[in-house]
């Protein structure tokens, strides 16, 4: 099981960090975590087709891990793709591709129609997210869903078990009281870490997110053997391109496992037991 993080940043436009995006190989599947900005370039750059990829996991529905979503689902109609595209994703996700896809579209939709273009592809399968509990199971690949606490909306978490490995991908958010025992002993676990403490309690919505101590002391609860931090914001607001190194020694400090910090591409390959 190999996992690669296309998109190590999150609202802001930042250069060297796309938007929330991630994906896991386990032999021939091919399994999307979020679709944020400049995802579907990052896939091109892992030369992966987009029209290959047929499964799609959302975790939640702000902007910046959903924005690149239609490019996603009309490139791939465009490059004719051969199996049904599933998107799972939290309550709303339905109503929100049936907004996306064909509506704001419509001229496009009847111009490539009108040439004989085939509708297969163009409408995504939509598996909506309430409760928690498995929510795949195809070809020795489970993935199950937890919930995470972030601005009074459903964020899920997902755990993706395959070839004997475990990997635990967050959304955005804290922890509710099921997740530890939900991502117990993660061989990787990837979660979002926006910012320090002093950084959060100067913005708005920094009670939405998880600081490093406290991302350190749940994946020790865990039993995480790894961890990997992403949605790294405060790099973009601050400026200060060292603020990540530096949230990822707090946490190395005061956790025993791996600290992975993200950057866009890197690759953690787990093999299989």
């Known amino acids: 099981m190999r996992f690669t993080l296309l998109g190590s940043g999150a609202v802001r436009n930042n250069p060297r960090r796309a938007g929330p995006s991630q994906i896991v190989h386990v032999g021939e599947q091919r399994l999307l975590f979020d679709c944020g900005r400049g995802a579907c370039l990052r896939l091109a750059q892992e030369d992966e087709k987009v029209e290959e990829i047929d499964r799609l996991f959302l975790t939640h529905l702000h902007f910046d891990h959903i924005v690149d979503v239609p490019y996603f689902v009309f490139v791939g109609w465009n490059n004719s793709r051969q199996n049904q595209l599933r998107i799972t994703g939290p309550r709303g996700t339905a109503s929100f591709l049936e907004r996306l896809i064909r509506p704001p579209f419509e001229q496009d939709i009847a ?156 690759v953690v390959d787990l093999g299989s037991k």
């Open 111 to 266: 111009s490539r129609l009108g040439h004989g273009k085939s509708e297969f592809g163009l409408d995504p399968q939509v598996v909506e997210v309430g409760d928690r509990g498995l929510v795949y199971d195809e070809d020795g690949v489970r993935v199950s869903a937890a919930f995470t606490d972030h601005s009074d909306m459903p964020t899920i978490a997902y755990k993706v078990e395959a070839q004997g490995q475990r990997i635990v991908i967050s959304g955005d958010g804290l922890p509710q009281d099921d997740f530890v025992e939900f991502a117990r002993d993660a061989d990787l676990l990837v979660y979002e870490c926006s910012g320090t403490q002093e950084f959060l309690d100067q913005q708005p919505w920094g009670t939405w997110h998880i600081i490093p101590e406290a991302l350190a002391d749940l994946a020790t609860r865990c039993g995480a053997k790894r961890l990997m931090i992403k949605h790294l914001v405060i790099e973009d607001i601050t400026g200060d391109l060292t603020a990540v190194g530096r949230m990822g020694e707090t946490i190395q400090s005061r956790y025993d496992g791996e600290v992975f910090v993200g950057t866009d591409g890197l």
